[in-house]
């Protein structure tokens, strides 16, 4: 099996956390920006529980697209999962944990609405 190109897996990443519903999916091309990977993918889900599945689901399809060792941190908590997929870094949390850590911010991208809407709840 071929190794899929950094944007076939950005593409499967963004097909994948849209079937489990995630929500505010955001794409940060990085190539040119960062040596650690071509894309940064960030999303939310409405539970731990959500969170934790969307990134199972992501690894075993990655997985499936060739990627070799699919590093996966934080699935237990289920509050922020970073999913190491190679040339595509996906960052998945519940929305109050994304707007307190802001990554868009750092990537001089503005964090979604619904995101800010739930520190303000």
Known sequence: ???ATSTQLVGL???SL???KAENIVVIDLQGKSSMADYMVIASGRSQRQVAAMAEHLRVKLKEQGVGEVGLEGVRAGDWVLIDGGDVIVHLFRPEVRSF???E???GMALPE???AAVMA
């Open 1 to 3: 099996m071929s190794l």
């Open 13 to 15: 990443v963004e097909k």
């Open 18 to 20: 849209d079937d489990d």
């Open 101 to 103: 850590y802001n990554l």
């Open 105 to 107: 911010k750092m990537w």
């Open 114 to 116: 619904q995101d800010r």
